[in-house]
């Protein structure tokens, strides 16, 4: 081999073989993509990722990582005439040219690690990239619209879409490059060892018969009777994995719930009810686990059935030639390892398959996600609008998911300095009227109207977020410069003065203050914001009489003109609200100034 040559017939070698792999790649891409789901679903997911228009650096970039793949695969056939060559100059104790070898060698190895390493960042710089382009869009989609919320009322909504933003898109992304970079590299190796096997092979007998070159054909034939086997044992694989995928992500959901319940579970003395869910649900992951292990222990075992005995069938075939003087020890070396590297190249389908199950189930989850904010979307949306200042409620009706009604023909408007409390038994659509007028309540008629800013709307149980106090406090605005002085007199207002040493600790708030104080958290939420209109429901549940006196006189004496809409059971409420909406079942409902009674 003129090793001189072999610097410019390699790139001329890797040019053509990444042109006809970037063509077979794209028309082989486009028939996929029309008749095979899977591949839609990748194209679904990654199409606009790789539009040269919008991504045209994805595209360069994928295409040196296609290079440098391909060239990996130039050096191991260069490694593979270096074998012949080397071993040949052992059999004839040719040391000059052993010596030369080793120079050769070097140079090939230097390449082939510089090669190795700049490959390995790029594909690591690619499916980063990748992966934050798909967190970003999956995240907006789950957040945008309120779909995080909103789907909770479709039929069927997804489980635990928090893992296939976060785990699920880093498989995808991983996945998706090594089983691409894996196929074309098999199939180009596939040919180029195909061609150093067939001008090693000779002519075979079986049965009578003379093959020419028959070990090629004969190899052939071995690995496509063996990857239709193993596609065959291999397939209940897909539905295990996508089981597994869902069961380890309910067992950590059920994690969390206990840690997030912690008290209320203690109170209740629930540990047992609880601890019982949880190994029952630990149960259906081992489970499963159980199927793979037991699968997997039949594809496994015949892969390496067949990879072990790949390993001595070329010696078996060349060693008439080689003892009859036909063949020298570098071809039989070479002739092993060019048949070692074709048939791990023409297997890789068959010891691929656990990898393409696991990323079929992938892409069901990830498609899944977003066929399920495609029907969230779809959901009605309360026909919200924008009028100035104005806060009311035109000819609105309200209904459950199964089409009872709530409220029928509601309207009302609050003005600067109203307070309207709103009443009834439990059941009858009080916090719904609330989530209509958010805008996140699917299941209405009529209009809304509110303004886009300033409005600020306090739940039963307020949401503490991460971080320290001081965020806590001004959620979800920023917290302005100097906030400190302000913070500092509000929690003296709301009867917290005991919190004033611990603006910048970081804890879960959630846990660390009781309901009572979380609730008085979120007055002063009220104070230090100071929106012009607030929405109230069970806002005071938690505290004594007296508290929620002082909270609710706070609010009214601080903020005079303040449009205040509160949901609540106590009588104690009616003197802190100027109007009384009551709602009286099916549908029906009496509004009334207080000591004036009109009824609808």
Known sequence: ???????????????????????????????LIKTTRWASQFWFLAGHYFNPKEKPLTIITFAIILLLSLFGVRISVLFSNWYNTMYTALQKLDENTFWIQMIVFSVLAAIHIVRALLSYYLQQRFTIKWRETLNEEMLSRWMDKKSYYRSYYLDTPIDNPDQRIQQDVVSFVTLSLDLTLGVISSMVSAVAFTIILWGLSDEMQILGVTIPRGMVFALFIYIIVATVLAFKIGRPLIRLNFLDERLNANYRYSLIRVREYAESIAFYAGEKIEGSKLRQRFAEVIENVWAIVHRSLKFQGFNFFISQTAVIFPFIIQAPRFFAGKLDLGGMVQTAQAFG??????????????????????????????????????????????????????????????????????????????????????????TTILRTIAGVWPYCKGSVIRPSDGVLFLSQKPYLPEGSLIDTL????????????????????????????????????????????????????????????????????????????????LLRTNFPTLKLVSVGHRSTLHVHHTHLLTLTGEGAWEYKLMNNQATH
């Open 474 to 553: 001004y959620y979800p605005n920023p917290v302005p410069e100097n906030a400190h002085e302000k913070a500092l007199e509000v929690l003296q207002k709301v009867a917290l003065p005991h919190l004033s040493k611990r603006l910048d600790e970081e804890h879960n708030w959630s846990h660390t203050l009781s309901l009572g104080e979380q609730q008085r958290v979120a007055f002063a939420r009220i104070l230090l914001i100071q929106p012009k209109v607030v929405f109230m429901d069970e806002a005071t549940s938690a505290m004594d009489e007296g508290l929620e006196y002082a909270m609710y006189h």
């Open 1 to 31: 081999m003129d090793w001189s040559q072999e610097l410019s017939s390699s790139f001329f070698w890797v040019g053509k073989a990444f042109l006809i792999s970037t063509v077979l790649l794209v028309v082989v891409g486009f028939i």
């Open 341 to 430: 590297n074709l048939s791990e190249n023409l297997s890789f389908f068959r010891t691929a398959y656990d990898s393409f199950a696991q990323y079929k189930a992938v892409l069901d989850r990830l498609t899944g996600f977003h066929h399920n904010i495609d029907s969230a979307d779809q959901l009605p949306t309360p026909n919200v609008q924008q009028q100035g200042e104005r806060v009311a409620l035109e000819n609105v009706s309200i209904y459950t998911p199964l089409e009872r009604v709530l409220v029928q023909d509601l309207s009302i408007e609050v003005n600067d300095g109203d307070a309207l409390l709103i009443q009834g038994p439990s059941g009858s659509g009080k």
